[in-house]
T-cell receptor, first 113, second 109 residues
Framework: KAGVTQTPRYLIKTRGQQVTLSCSPI?????VSWYQQTPGQGLQFLFE???????NKGNFPGRFSGRQFSNSRSEMNVSTLELGDSALYLC????????????FGEGSWLTVV | GEDVEQSLFLSVREGDSSVINCTYT??????LYWYKQEPGAGLQLLTY?????DMKQDQRLTVLLNKKDKHLSLRIADTQTGDSAIYFC?????????FGKGTRLHILP
């Protein structure tokens, strides 16, 4: 069974641009969660989607958004990028919800210059 | 407190046991997890324990849970160079999984 797949793995953007990251969950998993990982803040929960609906949200500004498609694939978008958005963005999937065991992808490394 | 707490660094000699400690926040947390992150990679689930258990063993890994003190530990027996990584403790709270900042395990020759 394939694991969680995230694309792109690496990208560089300039301040003010927007970015879209993609995540394909493990087959059969309907929940997708997103995390931001930075050296200073560690792993911070962004949001969770289940059956195309956002079910949980962390404490991030409205520039961070996401969606989930009917095939459970998910995208997250960050608009008006700031330097502080440079981070590893991790997607995780689980069978039922973010509270159950979650399995991570390799992440998307975003650098904002 | 609000945070899952872990010490940031641990150095252990190859062949010795490593013990990584964690203090979590919610005594009603039902699942507690240990994840491993190697350089440049995502997080790999190592093991998890239900809150009604005190101990769980899986090959070289032993997880101990003290619910009274909200303390979780991960023991790695016979530590190898391949165990060098960051280890994250996490708890299930309010239908989210909350992570500690991770403990970087360094293996000494």
């Amino acid at each position: 069974k394939a694991g969680v797949t995230q694309t792109p793995r690496y990208l560089i953007k300039t301040r003010g641009q927007q970015v879209t990251l993609s995540c394909s969950p493990i087959s059969g998993h309907r929940s997708v969660s997103w995390y931001q990982q930075t050296p200073g803040q560690g792993l911070q929960f962004l949001f969770e989607y289940f059956s195309e609906t956002q079910r949980n949200k962390g404490n991030f500004p409205g520039r961070f958004s996401g969606r989930q498609f009917s095939n459970s694939r998910s995208e997250m978008n960050v608009s008006t990028l700031e330097l502080g958005d440079s981070a590893l963005y991790l997607c995780a999937s689980s069978v039922e919800g973010a509270g159950n065991t979650i399995y991570f992808g390799e992440g998307s490394w975003l650098t904002v210059v | 407190g609000e945070d899952v707490e872990q010490s940031l660094f641990l150095s252990v000699r190859e062949g010795d046991s490593s013990v990584i400690n964690c203090t979590y926040t919610d005594s009603s947390s039902t699942y507690l997890y240990w994840y491993k992150q190697e350089p440049g990679a995502g997080l790999q689930l190592l093991t998890y324990i239900f809150s009604n258990m005190d101990m769980k063993q899986d090959q070289r890994l032993t997880v101990l849970l003290n619910k009274k003190d909200k303390h979780l530990s991960l023991r790695i027996a016979d530590t190898q160079t391949g165990d060098s990584a960051i280890y994250f403790c996490a708890e299930r709270r309010d239908d989210k999984i909350i992570f500690g900042k991770g403990t970087r395990l360094h293996i000494l020759p």
